[in-house]
């Protein structure tokens, strides 16, 4: 019996290592439960690019940036050669006029309806100050919740992850934001945002102009953390979140609260992180600030809270991970279009667990 016990013992103490120490390489997890975890720039395009090539119908997106330089956008031609009618809803009056950038996006989204009939494009709605949601429907049969825009840089150098879904409440939720979204003609006026009564799956958070529950969910994620928070963030500005952290560690001083952010350089050459990471070290959280400009580290694009999973040996029933495109910061709390998701599979948690340790260590920070 004593030698079953310490087989056990050490089976566990090798597991734990293992999880700790593995080199991080391609993660891409699932399908667990509907919900299959991708992690950039570890899993490059390939997991999306073969969704889209599954593509029988229809292709929604949602989506920041969108361009040439990756292979999702030949796949997406390819789509809609074959027959798959898609529909885009891209950035637009967010974006300074005086830079070219509309025009830039203008072309380029005129460039893909003059090269198939079955694509056709739509500027967001300027009833959100910036239509930041970056995001895939399938044939109505799946969903991508993503943090990284659809350009090359996002699939090489900023630690990024998404969500791909097939759990139909997730799905019809997002295809529903998404159809109605591409076809609100207010993007020249102030229009009407998608009723938040009818955003009523509880793994979902969303932003936008005057409804949705992204603080809400959020923040009572944070507030529902027994041992430990993990946060990647790029942006760290918004005072009411910062105080939610700061609370939680108040009332929990032995609450293990990490962040890593990048280090952000304004135009008055001010880090704008800098103060709201402070204000959760005094309160007793730690952080690392990661140089934006670094070639030899990844850029911290990410939106990600992992709570209560600190020991992959004891996994507590709090344990949850959200992922989506949600910043701390004002903006991209109550004004944008930004979407999220809640999940809580072991395995997906494991593997967030496991790159957010590698970043932390290989940035300075100790267990």
């Known amino acids: 019996m004593r030698k079953a016990m310490q087989a056990v013992i ?3 103490f090798i597991f734990a290592i293992s999880v700790i120490a593995t080199p991080i390489a391609s993660a891409t997890i699932g399908p667990i439960n509907g919900h299959t975890l991708i992690t950039e720039p570890d899993d490059g395009t390939t997991f999306l690019v073969n969704q889209i090539n599954s593509a029988q119908s229809t292709i929604a997106i949602t989506i920041y940036e969108f361009d040439n330089s990756t292979p999702l ?12 009618k898609v529909d885009i809803t891209y950035n637009y009056s967010s974006f300074a006029s ?23 494009t739509h500027p967001a709605s300027n009833v959100y100050e910036v239509t930041h949601q970056k995001g ?19 699939f090489s150098g900023t630690r990024d992850f998404g969500i791909f879904t097939t759990i139909p409440a997730e799905v019809n939720e997002v295809a529903k934001v998404a159809a109605a979204d591409f076809v609100d003609n207010n993007y020249n006026q102030n229009g009407a945002a ?4 009818q955003l009523t799956t509880p793994e979902l958070a969303w932003s936008n102009y005057n409804q949705g529950n992204s603080r809400t969910k959020l923040s009572a994620l944070i507030q529902s953390a027994k041992s430990s928070i993990f946060i990647y963030q790029e942006l760290v500005e918004d005072q009411a979140m910062i105080n939610v952290i700061c609370n939680a560690i108040k009332a929990n001083p032995k609450l293990d609260v990490r962040i890593i952010a990048p280090q952000l350089s304004g135009s008055n050459g001010t880090d704008g992180n800098l103060a709201g990471l402070n204000q959760i070290k005094q309160a007793g959280g730690r952080f690392i ?8 580290k ?14 992959p040996i004891r996994v507590p029933a709090t344990a949850a991970a959200y992922i989506g495109s949600i910043n701390f910061s004002t903006t991209s709390l109550d004004k944008n279009r930004e979407t999220g998701i809640v999940i809580k599979e072991q395995p997906i948690m494991a593997s967030i667990y496991k790159t957010f340790i590698s970043d932390w260590n290989a940035n300075g920070g100790n267990l």
């Not at 990844?298 to 020991?311: G, R």
């Open 10 to 12: 050490l089976i566990t």
């Open 73 to 84: 956008y030949g796949a997406i031609l390819a789509a809609a050669q074959r027959g798959v």
């Open 98 to 120: 005086t830079s070219g950038k509309q025009q830039t996006v203008t072309s380029f989204m005129q460039s893909l309806t003059q090269q198939s009939s079955n694509i056709q």
């Open 136 to 154: 895939i429907v399938i044939d109505g049969k799946a969903a991508f919740i993503c943090s990284f825009n659809f350009l090359a840089n996002y």
């Open 194 to 197: 998608f009723p938040g009564n």
């Open 289 to 296: 600030e990661v140089p934006s400009q670094a070639t030899n």
């Open 298 to 311: 990844l850029y911290v694009h990410a939106k990600m809270i992992l709570v209560d999973y600190n020991n």
